[in-house]
């Protein structure tokens, strides 16, 4: 089975950062599509980012400008840098590899904005 385990989430005030880790159990060299959902309390679950195996990124407009995803090939690790939060970006994020046609989970980390 492929495993993602997620981390770094955590309790940050508005206008902080964190950032997520994401450690996927196989060669990420093999996979070209990565990224983040998010899901809010009582909400869908939403794309947040996504990165191919050449590094192209794309955001949901919600997050353009602040939050940036990126990938260590050789650690087999996909992160996401969080910056200038805002209570809106409340969430449960789950890391997701697609391979062969089929979408892998992380858990979850929770990410709470909150003064």
């Known amino acids: 089975q492929v495993q993602l385990v997620e981390s770094g989430g955590g309790l940050v005030q508005p206008g902080g950062s964190l950032r997520l880790s994401c450690v996927v159990s196989?060669?990420?060299?093999?996979?070209?599509?990565m990224g983040w959902y998010r899901q809010a309390p009582g909400k869908q679950r939403d794309l947040v980012a996504t990165i191919t195996f050449g590094g192209s990124t794309n955001y949901a407009d919600s997050v353009k400008g602040r939050f940036t995803i990126s990938r260590d090939n050789a650690k087999n690790v996909v992160y996401l840098q969080m910056n200038s939060l805002k209570p809106e970006d409340t969430a449960v994020y789950y890391c997701y590899i697609i391979r062969r046609g089929l979408t892998y989970w992380g858990q979850g980390t929770r990410v709470t904005v909150s003064s």
């Open positions: 196989e060669r990420i060299v093999s996979i070209n599509t």
